[in-house]
């Protein structure tokens, strides 16, 4: 595909996504249904795609369009990079139509515009700039313009089948480059080839396995000892779970969702992990050293990897939400041991997802108290975390 037919793709994958499909739903119909396709075809589309959608709003100015579409987010992609969309928009072979004149007349008068409103250029929603900025202070803008840019991909070492540099020289062997992070014992971030690594050796082996920086910081500063239990009860496809278990621990994963673990006893048996999935009867009367809670939340934290939820994240599901992690912590606190530790988890940004969840616990079970916490943005490489871990007074 040449660069123009890759753009006219993207338009309609775009076009899809704003009429209400997600992401990976439009991209993955567009690929089935272009076989001429190849691999890093498909791959630049996606780019495409997802740069659109983290600067939907800074896009779609730039366009001096009134509303996004497919057409307009391509259009004002090209001038934030600088080239020319008369150039692209053709209509010549498998280029976009060429520009209108209500179209040239929009790129000039958006051109005579100076400069953008903060909230445009950061491509953040009107109505959560407040509770952000409130959470991330004089870090607002920082992180926010942090969030328009694509996420690094980052490896965890399976410690129970590897250390870091075999896990290089594994990678290596595929043609993938990946150096230490620093302060972190496990952590690898890929520097070369990361379509490689579902294919790699190392992965299929189970010497690694994706997991974002912050989360994988977060757990390796939980108090775990070999032999330690640990109930990790949002369990979801299991990536905290299995970096538990490399450490020793005799884990246990649920999930009210049980569909959400189906992919959790083929990455254990890959991992060489001793993960046992259990349903609520199994949970009944036991107690945990630790037990671990990544809730259900708004996902402003991820939003570099999944930018469509930008857009469509609410206030009403932002209540919601708070209501669900509330219960679950008053629900899951009944299962830690009496000198263990409950550790709650979310991949937010929000205050009201985040510390003020925590406050809340605290004054409705004045025996527990707050160890620490720690709110994690990408302005430390990784995806936005809050970690919280508390104990009983």
Known sequence: MTPAARIDAAIGILDRILSGAAAEQALTGWARASRFAGSGDRAAVRDLVFDALRCRRSFTARAGAATPSGRSLMIGAL??????????????????????????????????????PELVALDCPDWIAPALRAALGAEFANVLGAMRERAPVFLRVNAERTDRAGARAALGADGIGAEPVPNLNFALKVTDN???????????????????????????????????????????????????????????????????????????????????????DDLRGRHFDLVLLDVPCSGTGTWRRTPDAKWTLTAERLAEL????????DDAAGFVAPKGHLAYMTCSLLAEENRAQIDGFVSRNPSWRLVRDRLYTALSGGDGFYSALLTRA
């Not at 934030?80 to 004149?101: E, H, I, K, M, N």
């Not at 994706?210 to 990536?239: F, M, N, R, W």
């Not at 708070?322 to 912590?329: C, E, F």
């Open 322 to 329: 708070a209501r669900v992690q509330a219960k679950i912590l």
């Open 79 to 116: 001038v934030a990079r600088g080239s020319d969309p008369g150039a692209v928009f053709s209509g010549q072979g498998y280029a976009p139509a060429a520009l209108d004149a209500l179209e040239r007349a929009a790129l000039a008068a958006a051109s005579a515009v100076e400069a953008l």
């Open 194 to 280: 990361t379509q490689k690594i579902k294919t790699s050796t190392a992965y299929l082996d189970g010497l690694v396995e994706l997991q974002d920086l912050s989360p994988q910081a977060a757990v390796e500063a939980l108090p775990i000892h070999p032999g330690a239990t640990v109930l990790d009860y949002c369990a979801g496809g299991g990536g905290k779970a299995l970096a538990v278990a490399a450490r020793g621990a005799e884990v246990t994963a649920y999930d009210a969702l049980p569909q959400r673990m189906r992919d959790l006893p083929v990455r254990a048996a890959r991992a060489g992990a001793r993960v046992t999935i259990a349903g609520p």
